[in-house]
């Protein structure tokens, strides 16, 4: 089991660090991808350095591709051809497709949300042009999952967690992690 997180300058700290650890604390296997060489900077200062360049993704590898939010770094990843590229060819796939905070954003920009139900940060509603936007912490509609903020980033993270590994390493992460989610 592998997951792909792209990571773009202005992301948020606290989806990134929750989705790469949770999924690691599950062994499930996550690569950190940037759209830049060197270090990401987040929103808030916090300097990540990424396992790979977007260039050295190949989509089929994964079995999930997750994008955090935060701003400007959801801005940054639906600026970016190749991010939209690699979405879309993930859902074709049938790969897992997940995003939070602003990022579902840049899944409504490829289109794969159309009728779909998803949420989003509160107040970016408008942008999931053709999904049907509900305000919920964390919404599975098939293979896409979608959560609205950092508050939400542990409950997203395991929500994954329990897409990918299913029920009971979900269930034994949540344990480990003190967490009554």
């Known amino acids: 089991m592998a997951v792909v997180v792209f990571l773009a300058t202005g992301f948020e700290e606290i989806e990134a660090m929750?989705?790469?650890d949770t999924l690691r604390r599950a062994e499930i296997e996550v690569v950190i991808a940037s759209l830049q060489t060197g270090a990401?900077?987040?929103?808030?200062?916090?300097?990540?350095?990424p396992d790979r360049q977007i260039e050295g993704i190949n989509i089929?590898?994964?079995?999930?591709?997750?994008?955090p939010g935060g701003?400007?770094?959801?801005?940054?990843?639906?600026?970016d051809k190749r991010v939209l590229d690699a979405v879309k060819k993930a859902f074709e796939l049938g790969k897992?497709?997940?995003?939070?905070?602003?990022?579902?954003?840049?899944?409504?920009?490829?289109?794969?949300l159309e009728g779909k139900k998803v949420t989003i940060y509160p107040g970016l509603e408008t942008e999931l042009r053709g999904a049907k936007s509900v305000n919920e912490r964390v919404v599975v509609d098939g293979k896409i999952?979608?959560?609205?903020?950092?508050g939400t980033a542990l409950e997203f993270s395991v929500k994954?967690?329990?897409?990918?590994?299913g029920e009971k390493g979900a269930q034994e992460l949540k344990d480990e992690l003190v967490a009554n989610l």
């Open 60 to 67: 089929e590898d994964f079995d999930a591709v997750v994008l």
């Open 40 to 49: 990401i900077a987040g929103g808030h200062g916090v300097k990540v350095v």
């Open 160 to 165: 994954l967690v329990e897409v990918l590994a």
């Open 71 to 79: 701003s400007p770094g959801y801005v940054n990843l639906g600026n």
């Open 145 to 150: 999952v979608t959560s609205q903020g950092p």
């Open 18 to 20: 929750s989705i790469v």
């Open 96 to 112: 897992v497709v997940a995003a939070i905070c602003g990022a579902p954003s840049v899944l409504a920009k490829t289109g794969i």
